[in-house]
């Protein structure tokens, strides 16, 4: 008994399918348009915004040059920049405070920035010019033990030695010096810090115990009786002694 096979057409249900849900997926389709026109512009918009702040901040001179980028350009890349330059023209005008404050601002609007190290250690370089030592080495010590591997770390821990010296912290001076010498092995700074290490250790040595000295004689002793005179000739003999007769015979 032959078997007659029935097929359906795809077509009328296809049909159907986009008649009931033609409104949804055209919807659909315009807002996926709409946000890729959309992150196109936005980006066709951020690269005229960063190639404008790149040109302005390459003709920048002055410190208020730089302050007009940050304010055309608060969240360019060359913005970011702009903030590192103006705290340097800050320091340059020993304008210390000022420019931690704009190197607080940087961090603050760019924590992941690739430089955000170098202004941790210009803050703490500041704060030592400030006369704030205490601060100064604080800061140096945060900034090894919260990014030990960037490439500022070597830097702050070499920049400790001398502040520690002063305060006669010399055990910590050398610890320093040897971690510089043993973590940081391919730095630059290696050398610097095993020299200053072999000078700890001198500075830090017993001074020598002066040789003992040797009582010198007493001088001779002068008498205070008079010299006896010494006659001007030779002296003469004494007479010879008589001598006594010999016994008469009887």
């Not at 512009?41 to 410190?63: E, F, I, P, V, W």
Request: charged share 20%; proline share 10%.
């Amino acid at each position: 008994m032959a078997t007659t096979l029935s097929t359906s057409d795809p077509a009328p249900e296809r049909d159907v399918f986009w008649e009931r849900y033609k409104k949804e997926v055209m919807a659909v389709l315009i807002v996926a348009l709409v946000a890729v026109a959309g992150y196109g512009g936005y980006r066709l918009y951020s690269d005229q915004q960063a190639n404008a702040a790149s040109a302005m901040l390459a003709s920048a001179k002055t410190a208020a040059d730089f302050q007009k980028v940050i304010s055309n350009y608060p969240s360019a890349p060359a913005g970011g920049s702009a903030y590192l330059l103006l705290a340097d023209a800050q320091r340059n005008e020993k304008k210390f405070s000022e420019a931690n404050a704009t190197l607080q601002i940087f961090l603050d609007k760019f924590p992941k920035h690739e430089l955000a190290g170098t202004a941790r250690l210009a803050m703490a370089g500041n704060l030592e010019a400030m006369g704030k030592k205490e601060d100064a080495l604080t800061a140096y010590q945060r900034l090894v033990s919260g990014d030990p591997h960037g490439f500022t770390a070597p830097i702050a821990l070499y920049s400790q030695i001398h502040l520690l010296k002063e305060k006669k912290q010399i055990e910590e001076a050398r610890r320093v010096c040897e971690t510089i010498m043993t973590q940081y092995r391919e730095s630059r700074l290696a050398a610097d810090a095993a020299y200053q290490l072999r000078s700890l250790k001198i500075d830090n040595a017993p001074a020598a115990a002066p040789p003992p000295t040797i009582a010198a004689p007493p001088p001779p002793a002068v008498s205070s009786a008079p010299p006896a005179p010494q006659s001007a000739g030779p002296s003469a003999a004494a007479p010879p002694v008589p001598k006594a007769p010999p016994p008469k015979k009887p």
